[in-house]
């Protein structure tokens, strides 16, 4: 977590799962995590993109000096990318790739049964042009999961209501596309399917207000809610196009050696 106090990204899944629920139990961070940042039922592992030298005490409240960062890439792979693209991608490029390819419908349904038991393991394709194209969706991703991306300027979801802005009961109206957080407030446009969607073992949408219960939401808090709803309903089309790209990643397999 130390590698955290400086700007840094990581990539958050467990081992394996316990669980029934289908492997889901990926995220991006750029904060200090727990182990059960994507679910109860699984100890979650945080693989940050870059490491920070430690040039002070071993624990995790001294302040570390920043130093000169280093990728927590493999140098062989990195080395085998570069040659087969022609040209050196960046530590970014290839988080955002993998993060793509983790998002994939295909991928998460193909290799279901080993990723119940191991960490994921990830194809690189030899073509350099889908490479990009599949960072580019791994970026907006990461945007969108971090809640720092372009396209939550104008969230999808209002807040409706009036009166106290306390958390009483948080309930789904389906008919009229509502979270209920009283029977007088409640957050409108929100699809069955942003509301149902899982990231890891959490229904994000009932887990956010549930984990409220009982305060009353500011108005930043507010904000936020519906920016993340608009997230989960971005997240979703983007997942629409990625299986396709997959499907040609399995066609030009690099083959790399480490």
Known sequence: MRHFFHENVCLICPKRL????PWCHVLASDNIIDHVTVSLKTVDYCFPLYLYPDTDKHDLFTEHGSGTRVPNL??????????AYGKQPSPEDIFYYIYAILYSTAYRKKYAEFLKTDFPRVPFTKDHSLF????EQGAELVGLHLLKSKRLTKPTAKFEGKGDLQVVKVMYD???LRVMISPDNWFAG???EVWEYHIG????AEKWLKDRKGRTLSSEEIVTYARVITA????IKIQSGLDALFECVESAVL???I
């Open 18 to 21: 316990e669980t029934q629920i």
């Open 74 to 83: 493999g140098p062989k792979l990195v080395e085998q990318l570069t040659t």
């Open 132 to 135: 990009q194209e599949l960072g």
């Open 174 to 176: 389906a008919k009229r």
């Open 190 to 192: 929100v699809p069955a």
């Open 201 to 204: 073992g959490y229904q994000v």
């Open 232 to 235: 989960l309903a971005e997240t």
């Open 255 to 257: 083959e790399v050696r």
